[in-house]
């Protein structure tokens, strides 16, 4: 008897009990996620994409592992890039780490490394940003040329540590070519931001 907006309501309402850590939904959801690792037939398909950003969200060692495995056995690219996502999304330093060597595994498809990256770096900016610099000559071998100089900026504004601002520059000073610089002055590089909308 539900109206067309109902199920997405629903879904919302979820999803935002998952996210403040509601006891129950997150032990209802859990439930459904040990059925659907049995029989992926038995998550019902309104459900599927909630039940997983919720057991992702809270996800223990065990649970990432479980989800990995999902990704790495993933049938089509929609489910592959599904799981990786829910990988990224945790938030927890451990296992955001461990994620960024997910993206490094030769096992990982190419297409979907700087997704994965993004997805760690909203919730740990500083944590990719240092990765990034520390592998950058690894990352530029496969982020297509036109987006590079994309990826730091939402960085550097979902970061709330003043210490990024510093990162920020020394990078934009030493990788950000000298056409997309324009000086105020003689010594002063500012960055043109319409060049990174």
Known sequence: TDDANMPQLR???LRTLGSLED?????????????????????PAELRSIVLAIVA?????KRWQQ??????????????????ALLASRKN????????LVAMDPKTPETLRSAILGGVAFNYPMIVFDFWMDHYDWL???????????????????????????????????????????????TTPTIQTNQHD
């Open 57 to 61: 969200q809270q996800a223990d060692e």
């Open 11 to 13: 879904g919302q309402i």
């Open 23 to 43: 006891k129950e939904i997150i032990d209802q959801a859990n439930v459904y996620f040990d059925a659907f690792l049995k029989d992926n037939k038995a998550l």
């Open 93 to 100: 330093e451990t296992l955001a780490k461990k994620t960024l």
């Open 67 to 84: 989800i990995y495995e999902l990704a790495q056995n993933a049938k089509s690219v929609v489910e592959q890039q599904q799981y990786y």
């Open 140 to 186: 530029m071998s496969f982020i297509e040329p036109n987006v590079r100089f994309r990826f730091i900026p939402p960085m550097v504004s979902w970061s709330h540590a003043l210490a990024m601002l510093g990162k920020h520059d020394a990078y934009a000073k030493k990788y950000v070519p000298v056409s997309w610089i324009q000086l105020d002055d003689k």
